[in-house]
């Protein structure tokens, strides 16, 4: 397994971009698909945005597709998300986590990062 550490998260006002960081330790991450998923109050855990290990293919969400952007620097052990044109519905706690197979179900994740709070304010 991969242990995973998110940052980047705060309190934006709606409009406002933030970008959030999932740094990894260990030396395989290069073979694990990467994703984003959040976690709003009162709601389920929801898929994001997921890209596999060399960055080829990528997958959003339509609620975030063409604000947000997944990438990865494989050198330096760590998967990015670019989130533009903030809404107030985007408010959830982000987390990051690494699977075998690049999909848009958390269950195919085994390892996932504590998560990082983003607060869109209107």
């Known amino acids: 397994q991969v242990q995973l550490v998110e940052s980047g998260g705060g309190l934006v006002q709606a409009g406002g971009s933030l970008r959030l960081s999932c740094a990894a330790s260990g030396r395989t991450f290069r073979r694990y698909a990467m994703g984003w998923f959040r976690h709003a109050p009162g709601k389920e855990r929801e898929f994001v945005a997921t890209?596999?290990?060399?960055?080829?293919?990528?997958y959003y969400a339509d609620s975030v597709k063409g604000r947000f952007t997944i990438s990865r620097d494989n050198a330096k052990k760590t998967v990015y998300l670019q989130m533009n044109s903030l809404k107030p519905e985007d408010t959830a706690v982000y987390y990051c986590?690494?699977?075998?197979?690049?999909?848009?179900?958390?269950?195919?994740?085994?390892?996932w990062g504590q998560g990082t709070q983003v607060t869109v304010s209107s």
């Open positions: 986590a690494a699977g075998e197979i690049v999909s848009l179900r958390s269950a195919d994740f085994g390892s």
């Open positions: 890209i596999n290990w060399s960055a080829a293919s990528t």
